[in-house]
């Protein structure tokens, strides 16, 4: 109790949540009554709470207040729903309405040419100016020649023809209200009849009525001072004169039956028209392209079949079609023409051509075969054609001029690779080739594996750290699903380049691959499309200032706050996907074939060790020592000239253009074979053998700069060469201090093929490991 009243001086009891108002001494106070006298009885002492019950308490009124908001925002929603289902209804309404107006309008079309036709011949037959229901009066001139014209003076002689005509929906009818016959005769429905006075010498005779059968049949030009329109819409006009009734004393009426049927003629004339406009065009293109074959008449080639050209060099198994076409072109001078399906291709192998090729801005737009990438990379650094489309170069957009968008993007793009800015993604490197060291140990000192699986896991995780932000632990297995997704968006690409019935599009729709192709696209999109959510939230409340390491995407959308119209979101996607396909396949493969040629040739492998060791030592790596490993870099970039990158470039010529003294027409698609100039024995000393020696400084200064394409040149050449390069490096060496390489056989027993890029044709890359002492 003493307790209590202590609380009580210090405020610190608290009242229940129900208390009466005798509880709390708020009874009503009356001055003049009997209570007032008596002693007032004290308030009963409050009760102790502990703390616990004090928020329970809180907390159940909070809850209440939650609960509260909770009905007010679901009754709000309620409301918001039935407005929003109210508005769906009204939509769905219109829409059929406008539905119906289309009908209508595709109708009038359809009908309008024929139901002209039929309204001329009897314009000009009957000399009545024809209206429709829309108000609208002939000028006096126009209907003073009407009533001259001599089939009208034969119908109604001295008088004048009606001047009002009105159509009744889908029939037409007639008023004649001047005429000496019967006046009250009115003709509607289907027919329009033209009736003859009883004496039939008076007005016209039968030749007369032949002359109109004729002129009704007709397609004649209306004169230009007729006034003749019309609205009504009539599916088929079928003119039918019925004969002249016989008996005499009878009126003879001639009529004209506008009957409703299928409209056949005018659908056959409208197919009609359609096949001859493809017809038209298909020779079209084969006229052009028989030109173009014309401009090559004076090069060399294998022999072509009609029709076919030469499809059948590449008429044989996928994993063939690289290395018959690489045989080919090395048979023939350069340039040198092929082709397939009436489709020229003039091949390119001379670095002094290739020099041109790619210093010539009528030479930047890529061929149509990059248009299949351009599913997944929409107009990207890779895919984008820098050509106009046909609507753009009818119009003469000047937004649209030749190559803006791919240009103005890596101009501004070009700077988040270059050394300067991704030497902050060292540490993220050096970390995951860690990673990658130690899970290699569980192979250690055992048989020979595939050092290609670990080596995607690793780069995947590099590149996600550094260019998307996301750590996404692939090592550890958490990313295979969507890594299996790109392999297969690799293959289906592919597939589409090489086989020609799977590039007409209708007939690819047809095919399951075309589902698969969607589904891969759409676990793709999706993955960069959530982290695209992610990054550009945490953006919003972080400055540039306030991040140490900037990802690439960070970048681009700082980017675009100074630059609006660089790219939208889904441009945005399609430059993540291109970034993360090119820098992930390019950096695991050349990775791979690196370390199975230095185990397949000890004596580089050596010499790359004892180099790290001197430069190194037992310092932990860092950026700076990978600019002194020289061996390391020819040992790359030997890599690098037996399996390039990309071994065929192909460009589209955008204008007539002369090359070597060859005349190259607008239209024709150029192929700079990177394969055969990285081959060829006039520039290499051991063309088809692992030479790290080729990239020594006296013997890169006697060979011509463009024999050595790995990541293409030109404004079209790869901007993310230093970046890939750093990847490789600090996954190699770290590998190399730690584990000596074995690999089986040479080189020339492993032959290549190709898709996107190069690949061993077995896909393997076996070597055995054993951990260095």
Not at 41 to 54: D, G, H
Not at 132 to 155: F, G, L, T, W
Not at 216 to 239: C, G, H, R, Y
Not at 651 to 675: M, Y
Request: with cysteine; glycine share 4%.
């Amino acid at each position: 109790m003493k307790n209590c009243k202590k609380m009580v001086s210090n405020h610190s009891c608290y009242v229940s949540e129900s208390t009466t108002d005798e509880e709390t001494g708020d009874m009503e106070y009356a001055p003049n009554s009997r209570q007032n006298k008596l002693p007032r009885k004290p308030t009963r002492t409050p009760k102790c709470f502990s703390k616990n019950a004090l928020m329970a308490r809180e907390n159940r009124l909070k809850k209440k207040m939650y609960i509260t908001t909770l009905e007010s925002q679901v009754a709000s929603l309620s409301a918001d729903n039935k407005k929003m289902t109210q508005l769906h209804q009204n939509q769905s309404v219109l829409v059929k309405e406008l539905k119906n107006e289309v009908k209508y309008l595709k109708s009038v079309l359809s009908n309008s040419e024929h139901i002209g036709k039929l309204i001329r011949a009897i314009n000009f037959s009957t000399g009545i100016p024809i209206k429709s229901s829309i108000d609208r009066r002939a000028s006096p001139s126009s209907r003073d020649a009407v009533n001259k014209s001599p089939i009208a003076q034969k119908i109604v002689p001295n008088g004048e023809l009606p001047q009002e005509i009105r159509p009744e929906t889908a029939c037409v009818g007639y008023d004649f209200t001047r005429h000496p016959w019967d006046e009250t005769e009115k003709l509607s429905q289907n027919n329009i009849n033209f009736p003859t006075p009883e004496s039939t010498s008076s007005y016209y005779d039968n030749s007369d009525i032949d002359e109109l059968k004729k002129s009704l049949l007709l397609d004649i030009d209306v004169p230009s001072n007729m006034d003749v329109f019309f609205d009504d819409i009539i599916q088929e006009d079928l003119l039918e004169v019925p004969e002249k009734s016989s008996s005499s004393g009878t009126s003879a009426d001639l009529t004209i039956n506008l009957q409703e049927e299928e409209d056949v003629g005018m659908n056959f004339a409208y197919y009609c028209a359609e096949v001859f406009c493809i017809l038209a065009l298909f020779l079209a293109k084969y006229l052009w392209r028989k030109s173009r074959k014309c401009a090559a008449e004076g090069l060399q080639g294998p022999k072509r079949l009609p029709l076919l050209g030469n499809a059948l060099t590449v008429w044989c198994k996928d994993e063939d079609i690289f290395e018959n076409l690489v045989e080919c072109f090395s048979k023939y001078p350069s340039p040198m023409r092929f082709d397939i399906f009436q489709h020229l291709f003039i091949i390119f192998r001379e670095p002094v051509q290739v020099e041109k090729i790619f210093s010539t801005s009528a030479l930047t737009a890529k061929d149509d075969i990059y248009k299949f990438i351009k599913y997944f990379d929409g107009e990207g650094l890779i895919s984008g054609s820098g050509k106009k489309s046909c609507f753009e170069r009818m119009l003469n957009i000047e937004k649209a001029v030749l190559g803006a968008k791919w240009k103005k993007d890596k101009r501004l793009l070009s700077p988040l690779f270059l050394k300067r800015n991704i030497v902050q993604y060292f540490g993220v490197m050096l970390n995951h080739a860690q990673i990658l060291a130690g899970i290699l140990e569980q192979e250690a000192d055992r048989p020979a594996f595939d050092i290609q699986h670990y080596l995607h896991r690793a780069v995947a995780d590099i590149v996600n750290e550094t260019i998307i932000g996301v750590q996404t632990n692939a090592q550890c297995g958490e990313l295979d699903d969507f890594l299996s997704c790109i392999g297969r968006g690799y293959q289906l690409v592919h597939e589409r380049m090489v086989k020609p019935w799977l590039q007409v599009e209708f007939l690819f729709r047809l095919t399951p691959k075309y589902k698969e192709l969607t589904r891969t696209r759409q676990v793709i999109h999706g993955f960069f499309r959530k982290v695209l959510r992610q990054v550009k939230k945490s953006h919003s409340h972080l400055g540039p200032k306030e991040i140490a390491c900037r990802t690439i995407l960070e970048q681009m959308l700082d980017i675009r706050d100074e630059v609006p119209d660089f790219s939208t979101d889904e441009e945005l996607i399609h430059h993540m996907t291109t970034f993360y396909s090119a820098s992930e396949d390019t950096a695991t493969s050349i990775c791979s074939f690196a370390l199975v040629m230095m185990g397949m040739y000890p004596e580089y492998q050596k010499r790359v060790v004892e180099e790290m060791h001197s430069v190194i030592g037992c310092e932990e790596l860092r950026e700076e020592h990978l600019q002194r490993l020289d061996e390391l870099q020819m040992v790359l970039k030997e890599t690098l000239r037996l399996f390039p990158i990309a071994p065929l470039l192909l460009r589209k010529v955008s204008q007539n253009i002369e090359i070597d003294g060859f005349n190259i027409p607008a239209g024709t698609s150029l192929v700079v074979s990177i394969q055969n100039i990285h081959r060829d024995p006039r520039f290499w000393a051991k063309p088809n053998d692992f030479y790290p020696e080729h990239f020594l400084p006296e013997a890169v200064k006697k060979r011509h700069p463009y024999a050595y394409l790995p990541f293409s040149a030109g404004a079209r050449g790869c901007i993310g060469k230093p970046y890939a390069y750093m990847i490789m490096k600090t996954l190699l060496v770290t590998i190399l201090r730690k584990y000596s390489v074995e690999a089986v056989g040479s080189l020339q027993d492993k032959p290549i093929t190709a898709d996107i890029s190069v690949r061993f044709k077995d896909h393997s890359y076996a070597v055995r490991i054993m951990k260095r002492v």
